[in-house]
């Protein structure tokens, strides 16, 4: 791969994205792994992103570091679930949230599949518009908002139907 | 009935697990240590520079040897090999105390499948294998998606399986198996990029070299 400009140059401006990007990426791995796992995709990512500097968008930094850590989670988890022995402990997919969140919210972001639950995660906790998560995704900006669209509306719908049972269940609980 | 957040966005913020700002910045000793272990590290990946693995070149000589990534082939060199190869299995392999769970511990030597890599490949294709002899295999092919337009085709790499050196290359090469193929310079990648038909990844890559 062609290297632009000389070593020291390469380092500048992989320190400047380093520095730039090495907390909210800690940050994308932790939402999604173990802390230990974590760490190691961060690096894995960085590692990645020196080797291919050339190819990092000056524009989309971040979300393009988020993708490479989004296909490595995934080539992970397929290559995982060949593994049968582990299938049950991951498939699992790690949805950590914040232990004192909304419960209902919790639990209608739960029942929404993989792809849904990500689209939301990377607009509300990595805080990226819709042509930054297609970024992520690699697919086209209008690809990406319209997945977010039907993502934010599939919520609502859970949210809906959740809400009257819980209420139901803490009535009974409050009654017992 | 309880209605749903006018904005669902905001209100999973109030679910994040994490605050950014409680993690070790960039300019914390663990964050300069990785940054000195990446740039120390050689950058040269390009993956149409790949050479095949051979065999006989590791058994019984891991020790001497150095594992070269280079993007998604694997090859190795002795010690007397050029010096200035790059060795790209450095500290940041990921490690895990259980070689079940965790990231996959080859990563460190094999460039993270993605798209972008993979449409770059010479050839790939849908294809059952009928013969696997020596490095060498054939293959039905199903369907090309880029590359070829035989019926069979034969490419080298079958050492590239086998999970001696990548979970994600971990099956074994049988005559019958359906596998999602691709590669360079006459030599299929392993490193998880050839893989196990999925339905799924075939569309994907349909697309990819559409």
Redesign the interface.
Known sequence: MAQDGGVDERRARFRALFDESYQPLLAYARRRCTPADADDLAAEVLTVAWRRLDDVPHDAALPWLFGVAHLILANQRRSTRRRLALVERLEREPSPAAPDGDPVLLDALARLSADDQEDLRLAAWEQLRASEIAVVLGCSGNAAALRLSRARERLRNAVTEIAPSRTEADRKDNDG | ??E??ED???????????D?AS????DEPE?HA??E???M?D????PAAAKPRRRGLWIGAAAAVAVLAIGGGVYFATDDDDGDQPV?A?D?T????DD?????PS??MC??????TLASNQFAFDGTVTAVEGDDITFDVNEWYKGGDADSATYGGASGFGGLTS??A??TLEPGMRLLVTGNDGFVWSC?YT??Y?EA?AAEWAGVFA
């Open positions: 009935m309880a749903p957040p669902e966005i905001a209100a999973l913020r109030g679910l994040d697990p994490i950014p993690l070790p910045s960039a964050a990785l940054f272990r990446i740039t590290s950058t040269m990946t390009e790209a450095d940041t990921p490690e895990t105390t079940t769970v965790g990231l996959d990563l460190g460039i993270a499948y993605d798209l972008e979970e994600s971990s099956f998880g893989q196990p999925d990844v």
